[in-house]
């Protein structure tokens, strides 16, 4: 697989830190949600910044350079899809996002306080990022097997997102060592499941920490399913970044808009991820900070009724109550039989000096 410590333990996205110990890097995929619509696109930008997402994500290709203008067999999608029974070439041309408007999403998305990058599927789009100082490149997950383009991606400095659905094993150490034969030690690798939309079922998200420690690098998820219970968990088991496909409105329809979050959506979304994260903790034994003014209320031991000097002390006249002032209730057997040194009032907190 991978050698331990090839890889930066954390990765730093335009002064973002992300890994082990950070809140989850939330990530808006915009896709093909802009349904063709520059003000479209831009709305959602300034929609995913008020839902406190980290970064707005764009895809840079053309439908000419990701397949052919044929209608052969495979070039017709046949699966259960969104997408059944149109030709590729045609889902690219109406679902890409044109090179024009990349300068002018980049300035609104820095402008509403947002990272902004990219999915190139080609030289070319990366060398268009390049121009536009993206701070990272992300490989999606169909092109997780091009290893020459996720050398050309490492080639520039940058760290990487790596979206990992559909590859084993072997599959994902041939796109880390590509990174590395690149000179790029920062990595940020994408649980996914490549089904649109996918079945919670089938997230497996245990592979999560596995594949941490695996291949030493942070993990994250990109998800697919709806609504926001899976990204949620995926945080719970120590994701360090979440992305998911987010929309302005479910009409008109997008390419993708049948699995995207609406902006309520992605509101709840970044909240429960952050809360799954931060109840992560760390290994802790007692009472937690805000727990320490409960310990009062605890039980213990009390006199339930007056108790008369040199009378037996008996479970009629002491009982384990709340609050928690007198002696442990571990120590009734002990006390049990014990004569009172002088009398008790019902209501005292039992102690030691009381007893002979």
């Known amino acids: ?24 890097f939330m990530i808006a995929e915009m896709s093909a949600n802009h349904g063709g619509d520059l003000d479209r696109a831009l709305r959602i930008i300034r929609q995913a910044a008020a839902a406190g997402a980290d970064a707005i994500k764009f895809q840079a290709y053309t439908a000419d350079m990701l397949t052919l203008d044929h209608d052969g067999p495979g070039f017709v999608i046949e699966s259960d899809s969104p997408w059944k029974g149109e030709r590729l070439y045609d889902l690219y041309k109406r679902a890409a996002t044109p090179y ?8 609104a998305a820095h402008e509403a306080g947002l990272i902004a990058f990219a999915s190139p599927f080609d030289a070319g789009a990366v060398a268009m990022l390049q121009s536009l100082d993206a701070p990272a ?24 997102i790596i979206s990992t ?76 970044a979440v992305e998911k496909h987010v929309i302005d409105a479910r009409e008109p329809s997008t390419a993708d808009s049948e699995f995207s979050l609406l902006p309520d959506e992605l509101y709840r979304l970044v909240a429960d ?19 320490r003014q409960s310990l009062a209320f605890r039980r213990s031991l009390y006199a339930v009724r007056p108790i008369a000097a040199g009378e037996a002390i008996s479970a009629d006249n002491v009982r384990s ?28 907190p039992m102690s030691w000096d009381l007893v002979e």
């Open 1 to 24: 697989m991978t050698t331990p410590g090839a890889f930066a333990s954390e990765v730093v996205i335009a002064g973002r830190p992300i890994g082990p110990g950070h809140p989850p």
């Open 100 to 107: 024009e408007w990349f300068p002018q999403l980049f300035a």
């Open 137 to 160: 490149y992300k490989i999606a997950s169909f092109e997780a097997v091009d290893t020459e383009l996720i050398a050309c991606c490492a080639a520039t400095g940058k760290p990487l």
């Open 165 to 240: 659905g559909m590859s084993d094993e072997r599959e994902i150490a041939d796109a880390l060592e590509a990174v590395r034969g690149a000179g790029g030690r920062e990595v940020v690798l994408l649980k996914c499941t490549s089904a649109y939309p996918a079945d919670a079922g089938e997230a497996n998200l245990r592979t999560i920490p596995a594949m941490a420690a695996r291949f030493d690098v942070p993990v994250g998820l990109s998800d697919h399913t709806l609504g926001t219970a899976v990204s949620a968990a995926a945080c719970a088991l120590g994701a360090c």
């Open 273 to 291: 991820c952050r809360d799954a994260a931060a109840a992560l903790g760390a290994v802790h034994f007692g009472p937690a900070k805000r727990e």
């Open 321 to 348: 109550v709340r609050p928690s002032f007198g002696l442990p209730v571990k120590t009734f057997r002990e006390l049990l039989g014990r004569r009172a040194r002088t009398a008790i009032d019902a209501g005292t």
